[in-house]
């Protein structure tokens, strides 16, 4: 039905899923290593971290489609962990641009992390 309702082949799709998984992970690879940058170290780590994680959450609209996605990710059982997940990738890039709290910053960093594994928990059946 996806498949249908889109110009993608299936293979142009995995292909797309995989750049975008492989952009994240290296966004994410990226951030760790500026960490270690004097002064604008921990700027820099959060905006790659959270640019990572949000690469590798869009690489998923290749495999279920944009709609489809949005719908998984609001479903009543992973609505906690969605919201809780967008607001930390939301309030880490906010303290690091506008409130200028490099340590809220880190925080945020980390809390993203776990909003993130449980959010991707919710979409293993029985997994929570």
Same mark, same amino acid.
């Given at each position: 039905q996806v498949i249908d309702g889109t110009s993608l082949g299936w293979? $142009?799709?995995?292909?797309g899923f995989a750049?975008?998984?492989a952009i994240g992970c290296l966004c994410s690879l990226l951030g760790s290593c500026l960490l270690w940058i004097p002064k604008k170290g921990l700027l820099l780590?959060?905006?790659f971290y959270t640019?990572?994680?949000i690469a590798s959450?869009?690489?998923t609209l290749f495999l279920m489609g944009p709609m489809k996605q949005l719908k998984r990710m609001f479903e009543p059982t992973r609505l906690i962990? $969605? $919201?809780?997940m967008l607001l930390c990738l939301i309030l880490t890039l906010c303290s690091a641009f506008w409130w200028h709290k490099q340590g809220l910053a880190l925080l945020f960093c980390i809390l993203q992390f776990f909003a993130l594994a449980w959010y991707s928990i919710s979409f293993i059946p029985f997994a929570r």
């Open positions: 293979g $142009t799709r995995v292909k750049a975008c998984f780590f959060a905006v640019l990572g994680n959450i869009g690489s962990a $969605t $919201t809780v």
